[in-house]
């Protein structure tokens, strides 16, 4: 049974840093893709960035965050998104999410709270 455990949410100011963490217990393995996605009060849930955990594949991003963010693995089992030059509309619960299947993801995590304010 996989697992997936979002951390390292919290207030940010605009223009500060922060780092989420999402750390996987099961059958995760460093080719398996993941991917951060997020959701503000009143929206729907919206696709961040991911990674398919192969050198050889870049990491994709949605526009809203390009240049601004950064989605890593620091080992099979974790993945990271730095999150520079937040910005208010940044604010949303992110969640993490392993292994494409289909239009979605298999695995989803329960969520962390991102506040950026102005």
């Known amino acids: 049974q996989v697992q997936l455990v979002e951390s390292g949410g919290g207030l940010v100011q605009a223009g500060g840093s922060l780092r989420l963490s999402c750390t996987a217990s099961g059958r995760i393995f460093s080719t398996t893709g993941m991917a951060w996605f997020r959701q503000a009060p009143g929206k729907d849930r919206e696709f961040v960035g991911s990674?398919?955990?192969?050198?050889?594949?870049?990491p994709r991003y949605s526009d809203s965050v390009k240049g601004r963010f950064t989605v890593s693995r620091g080992s099979a089992k974790t993945m990271y998104l730095q999150m520079n030059n937040v910005e208010p509309e940044d604010t949303a619960v992110y969640f993490c999410?392993?292994?494409?299947w289909g239009p979605g993801y298999k695995y989803w995590g329960q969520g962390t709270q991102v506040t950026v304010s102005s």
């Open positions: 999410a392993a292994d494409p």
């Open positions: 990674t398919m955990g192969s050198v050889r594949v870049s």
